[in-house]
């Protein structure tokens, strides 16, 4: 007789089910986990990334394949300006670290910068977090070179590379973000920036693990250092970014996805997301998860436009932007709204009802205004042409009653 599973086996089993017996899962990267707090009600996301579907494939399996993702162009010119950023040990970056984030210290000199090599991302796991305790006791300046973080999620290990981590000469340590996107005037495009802090929110939630597992604990800064290009140059510069609400945000979303059964429990017998199975039966099954979905998602999520074309196939108000969804409180759909516009439907208390209404009135005086206009004849003494868009007006004093021309 089998052994019992226990509850974790029960939900291996399950989440495997759901991927495809045969498909092994994707591992979910800080971009990932990163896109879960940008679309936190969104129960499709949560399932597919919980599960591990890779939803590239899913997408090209629907008919609708996505362009997330970077240019190679753009993968390059990133890799040549943080190659620059940590040239000579990192001098550079740890006197942007020094100067945003910790003036109060002493200068750094020439920091280290420990060699993190190690076979498999467990081994380099743990040689980053033996790094980071010596760095910590050493008492300097100590650049970590894409170390290697842990986080565990739903039940399963994420393996996080940041770009860097510096330790301060009092302990403590910061999350450094490099992008090629430049910073104009000392502030770049807060979209980019927002999904940056996002990102950097994965690590120090990461960095926390390991500083809980020290004693002393470190203190794990919630500001990290953004570092781009500057202007239009290839000089970096950088700007300290407060990533606390971030970071709240994604510890929820992961406490969501260590709930994925929850969701799963929901769905119909049979439901699977192999991407071998029949485009109809996919789409089916896509469909069995409840979506949200934003504007944002195209540049957040695989399944971005797979999800715009339901939900504007739906009349879904969430299709035109999270915050008119928020302004129109119970009106969900299009037809919803229109029907509340003309009287035909909603309750006249509610503000949305009223403002929609309000709008209406406005809209058809505003028309029959321009209508009303449009039929007044020309004024004495001057020549109008319903095919013109020139209107003659005479001009006072002009000899051989000459007129001047002036366009409307």
Avoid at 180 to 185: N, Q, R, T, V
């Amino acid at each position: 007789m089998p052994p019992p599973r226990t509850r974790g086996t029960a939900l291996r089993q399950q989440l495997a089910e759901l991927r495809g017996p045969e498909i092994a899962p994707k591992a979910l990267d800080a971009r990932a986990l990163a896109a879960l707090a940008a679309n936190p009600g969104c129960d499709r996301r949560a399932l597919l990334d919980g599960v591990g579907v890779d939803k590239a494939k899913l997408a090209d399996a629907l008919g609708a394949p996505s362009a997330f993702g970077m240019s190679q162009f753009a993968f390059m010119r990133g890799n040549a300006f943080e190659a620059r950023v940590k040239a000579d040990g990192g001098a550079e970056l740890l006197r942007l670290v020094h100067e945003k984030l910790d003036p109060g210290a002493e200068p750094p000199g020439a920091g280290a910068v420990p060699d993190l090599g190690a076979i498999g991302p467990e081994g380099r796991t743990a040689r980053t977090e033996l790094a980071l305790r010596e760095a910590t006791a050493a008492g300097g300046w100590t650049l970590l070179d894409h170390p290697m973080l842990c986080l565990d999620v739903a039940g399963s290990p994420a393996f996080l590379e940041p770009d860097a981590v510096v330790v301060h000469p009092d302990g403590d340590w910061t999350v450094v973000e490099i992008k090629s996107f430049p910073m104009l005037d000392g502030s770049a495009d807060p979209a980019k920036v927002g999904a940056a802090a996002r990102q950097s929110a994965v690590y120090v939630l990461a960095l926390e693990e390991v500083a809980a597992r020290l004693d002393p604990a470190p203190e794990v800064h919630h500001r990290i250092l953004l570092v781009c290009p500057k202007d239009f140059s290839n000089l970096p510069t950088a700007s300290a970014v407060d990533v606390r609400k971030q970071r709240a945000v994604t510890r929820r979303q992961l406490a969501r996805l260590t709930r994925v059964e929850d969701i799963a429990a929901a769905l119909p017998e049979g439901v699977c997301f192999s991407p071998d199975l029949p485009a109809e039966e996919l789409i089916t099954a896509v469909e069995a998860v409840p979506a949200t979905y934003a504007p944002e998602c195209l540049a957040a999520c695989e399944l971005a436009f797979h999800c715009r074309a339901r939900s504007r196939a739906g009349g879904a108000v969430t299709s035109l932007g999270r915050s008119l969804r928020a302004d129109l409180g119970a009106l969900t759909t299009v037809p919803d709204v229109l029907a509340a516009a003309r009287g035909e439907a909603g309750d006249p208390e509610d503000p949305a009802v009223a403002a929609l209404r309000r709008a209406a009135l406005l809209r058809a005086e505003a028309l029959r205004g321009t209508a009303a206009e449009a039929r007044v004849p020309a004024a004495p003494g001057t020549r109008a042409h319903a095919d013109s868009t020139q209107v003659h007006v005479p001009v006072a004093g002009a000899p051989d009653g000459r007129e001047a021309g002036a366009c409307r």
